[in-house]
C-alpha cells in the first residue's frame, strides 16, 4: 500500500505562481512512476504532468512551458511548479502514483482556483 498527501494548494491571480507537493509513504520501492492529474465538476479527468523513476517527465499540451513537474527520491516526494497560472487551471489537483504491478493510488486532491 502506498499513501500520498498533497500540500500547496490555494487561491493565486492570474500571472502568479504556486507549488504543490506530494509525499508518498509506504512501499513506496513499488512504484514506477508519478505525477498530477486534474478535475473540474462537468469535465473530463486530465492528466496534467508524470514523472518516470528514471526521471523522464510527460506534460498535457495546455501547461508545456509553465507546469514543471519534479521529484525528491529521498523524500519520496513529488513537486508541481506552476507558473503563468491562467483562470482555467482552476480544478482540483491531486497526486497520483503507478506500481509497477499497474495499481494506482491517488491523495485527497488540494484545490487551486485562480481568480482576481
Known amino acids: 500500500q502506498v499513501q500520498l498527501v498533497e500540500f500547496g494548494g490555494g487561491l493565486v491571480q492570474p500571472g502568479g505562481s504556486l507549488r504543490l507537493s506530494c509525499a508518498a509513504s509506504?512501499?513506496?520501492?513499488?512504484?514506477?512512476?508519478m505525477g498530477w492529474y486534474r478535475q473540474v465538476p462537468g469535465k473530463e479527468r486530465e492528466v496534467v504532468a508524470h514523472i518516470t523513476n528514471s526521471g523522464s517527465t510527460n506534460y498535457v499540451d495546455s501547461v508545456k512551458g509553465r507546469f514543471t513537474i519534479s521529484r525528491d527520491s529521498a523524500k519520496n516526494t513529488v513537486y508541481l511548479q506552476m507558473s503563468s497560472l491562467k483562470p482555467e487551471d482552476t480544478a482540483v489537483y491531486y497526486c497520483y502514483a503507478v506500481a509497477f504491478n499497474s495499481i494506482g493510488y491517488w491523495g485527497q486532491g488540494t484545490q487551486v482556483t485562480v481568480s482576481s
Open positions: 509506504g512501499s513506496t520501492f513499488s512504484l514506477n512512476g
